[in-house]
């Protein structure tokens, strides 16, 4: 484990526990971490994780803005459902993105994981773009899909970075249910 990989799991750790309390901090954290990581994943020739860093740090702004501003500055964003046709086209967002991806990886790169390191890019941009609109849905698709990193990192030998996305999966769940309680909260 670099020094690199060990503080970018922190910061992690961090983003993601802020983001549980619905702290706005959580952004400009996360934004320092995935710039850590694009270098972390390019080193590990993990290539569609290294450029999903780039696409996060975009979303980590987007993220940010709609936390702190959103569309209309006087009302703070709440924690809302997605209906089945948003999860249906987000799911196939991922799926097309994901077949995408891994052709461009296992066709123009070296690659170490093409195809399912493009899959998990695509699907987190997904779970990504539904967290920075505070839906529910998102913690669910980000525990399959930070568990199948765990696996990807164990793979890689990227030991700090498996446990991170193992700690990941366990704030995904308090995610759910903390959220899923405010939601219940809030429309009752």
């Given at each position: ?32 971490m ?6 972390v ?31 209309r ?52 941009l ?9 839906r ?10 930070d ?40 429309t009752?």
């Amino acid at each position: 484990m670099s020094p690199l990989e060990a503080c970018a799991s922190l910061l992690g750790l961090i983003a993601v526990w802020l983001t549980v309390r619905q702290n706005p901090l959580c952004w400009p954290i996360g934004l320092v971490m995935v710039v850590l990581y694009a270098w972390v994943f390019f080193q590990a020739r993990l290539y569609s994780n290294a450029l999903l860093q780039f696409v996060y740090a975009a979303l980590q702004l987007y993220g940010w803005w709609h936390w702190t501003r959103g569309e209309r500055p006087d009302e703070r964003l709440h924690v809302s459902r997605l209906g089945l046709l948003q999860i249906g086209s987000g799911l196939a967002l991922g799926l097309v993105g994901s077949l995408v991806l891994g052709m461009l990886m296992v066709s123009y790169t070296d690659a170490s994981a093409p195809w399912q390191d493009a899959t998990l890019c695509a699907f987190s941009l997904v779970a990504q773009l539904w967290m920075a609109r505070k839906r529910l849905q998102c913690w669910l698709l980000w525990i399959v899909l930070d568990l199948l990193f765990v696996a990807l990192f164990i793979e890689q030998a990227l030991y700090s970075t498996a446990a991170l996305y193992g700690l990941f999966t366990l704030l995904a769940c308090h995610g759910w249910l903390t959220w899923r309680r405010e939601l219940a909260e809030r429309t009752s």
